[in-house]
């Protein structure tokens, strides 16, 4: 997606001035969960740095449909079309942590710090701050959620553009 025509000044432009990108994707099915967390976590918290990545056709154009995502919004259809989610590890699951890391990449390689969250995920406050206080204080080079029966949970990250963090997404895309 990093070289995708527009990518790069659509990233210019979510991140303003911040040099962060908060992106949350999703599919159709998850489109209600993504209005609720854009209005509860995102606009409650003036984050106004915020992307939404569709991973089903056509998301982006038809969110003026009931229970999309506010059309205010930023919004790209990312290339590879997924119909759902999937459920924890199958298939269509695998598939969309792929796109996730391939999403991420595409942000750090443009110098850009990335908050990835899941739509399922709740704010409370805005995060940035202490998302980079608890990178400093642990001289962290990202911070993941972490389950603690399967291990890393792709659901939230944050991770700054640094050479280490783009090594590490190569190394997840690589296998």
Request: charged content about 20%.
């Amino acid at each position: 997606i990093s070289e995708a025509p527009g990518w790069a000044e659509l990233l210019e432009k979510v991140a303003g001035d911040t040099g962060i990108v908060v992106v949350a994707t999703g599919t159709d099915n998850y489109a209600s969960a993504m209005n609720s967390f854009y209005h509860i976590s995102i606009v409650q918290h003036g984050i106004k740095n915020f992307l939404f990545v569709a991973l089903s056709e056509g998301m982006c154009k038809t969110r003026t449909r009931p229970g999309l995502l506010n059309p205010a919004a930023h919004c790209v259809q990312y290339p590879f079309i997924l119909e759902d989610g999937g459920m924890f590890g199958t298939q269509e699951f695998k598939e969309v942590v792929a796109v996730k890391t391939d999403l991420l990449l595409g942000i750090v390689e443009h110098n850009y710090t990335v908050l990835l969250s899941d739509a399922d995920i709740t704010f409370f406050v805005n995060p940035l701050r202490e998302l980079e206080t608890i990178r400093t204080e642990k001289e962290a080079d990202l911070v993941i959620q972490s389950d603690s029966l399967v291990g890393l949970n792709s659901g939230f990250m944050y991770l700054p553009a640094t050479d280490s963090t783009r090594q590490f997404l190569v190394d997840v895309i690589s296998g």
